[in-house]
């Protein structure tokens, strides 16, 4: 029995390049896997609230960089696209001291077939922004007697005196006063809300024009503690004396509306008056409008219950 010649000779070839092939498929998600670099600038020497930059170099197109909710001992204040389409760099202050871990984030591809990649999770070491060898604790002096100073003796005949005085004044009310004529009640004048308070407050912080005038530092300790005393007057806790991490403890432990947007608005203040952030005119303006939108939902909700 005859067989065709030419008909074999591709069938054989096609044999021998089958295993070639299987392979190259194979290893074809190898080539087409992302490739991420990343590099630290303004670590070697790093302190509590003092920004350092990380930079991130992929062999794709970067559409973005995702930053979890659950950051918190950082704060990225800046996240843009370098000077081509594949670098990306975040601006990220520390805001606590010691060895910190910063997490693993996903950058994100323009196009939809790209597979999302992942930069490598890295360690610093913040330290704190007083000097070597400072101290917030100092030794106390030695007690010392003022000149003319009393004797002890002195402040018991005192406290003798004032008690036998509210001895006598006690036994004077109990007994009866004679009958006098009824005297008309005095009008209690009415409380201003906290929320109308708060927005005259900042009504007139805006018409000082410290923005115009360059003083960025000066407008953003007067609109936080415009909030804090509201937040005081509202919610009846010490906002003037805590920390944005207190407040923002007690806002969550009492289910305070708006816990998110507080938090976000004091740590934006925060980073501008201690980090030394230098937020655009049009950040400003935008916190500014959040403010009082925030005051005047008060107003809104109170016409709602006086109706």
């Known amino acids: 029995m005859m067989y065709n010649s030419d008909l074999r000779t591709p069938l054989a ?130 007690l010392e007697r003022y000149p003319l100073q009393p004797s002890l003796w002195l402040y018991l005949l005192l406290v003798l005196v004032v008690l036998g005085l509210a001895i006598y004044l006690f036994l004077k009310r109990q007994k009866p006063k004679p009958s006098q004529p009824t005297v008309a009640a005095i009008p209690i004048p009415k409380q201003i809300p906290a929320w109308e308070t708060a927005l005259a407050c900042l009504s007139a912080l805006l018409s000082e024009n410290l923005l115009e005038s360059g003083e960025v530092l000066k407008f953003h300790f007067r609109i936080s503690d415009i909030l804090r005393i509201f937040l005081e007057g509202t919610y009846h806790f010490p906002a003037l004396e805590m920390t944005v991490s207190e407040i923002v403890a007690y806002i969550n432990k009492h289910n ?48 709602k219950e006086t109706k």
């Not at 950082?74 to 975040?90: C, G, N, P």
């Not at 323009?110 to 490598?120: C, I, K, L, N």
């Not at 201690?274 to 935008?286: D, H, N, R, T, Y």
């Open 13 to 142: 070839n096609f044999r021998t390049a089958l295993p070639s092939l299987i392979l190259a498929f194979c290893l074809l998600p190898m080539f087409l896997s992302a490739t991420i670099t990343q590099e630290l600038a303004g670590v070697d020497s790093l302190n509590v609230g003092i920004p350092f930059t990380f930079t991130i170099i992929s062999n794709y197109s970067i559409k973005g960089v995702s930053i979890p909710d659950t950051l918190e001992s950082f704060s990225v204040i800046q996240s843009k696209k370098a000077d081509d389409d594949k670098t990306w760099k975040l601006t990220i202050v520390p805001l606590k001291t010691g060895a910190l871990s910063f997490p693993r984030l996903q950058v994100l591809p323009v196009e939809s077939g790209v597979v999302a990649g992942f930069t490598d999770a890295f360690r610093v070491y913040v330290l704190s922004v007083l000097a070597e060898g400072d101290t917030l604790l100092r030794d106390i002096k030695p």
């Open 256 to 303: 305070i509306s708006h816990n998110d947007d507080l938090r976000s608005f004091l740590t934006y203040c925060d980073l501008v008056k201690f980090a030394k952030a230098e937020p655009s005119l049009a950040e400003i303006q935008q916190r500014v409008q959040w403010l009082a939108g925030y005051f005047q939902s008060f107003s809104i909700q109170a016409s």
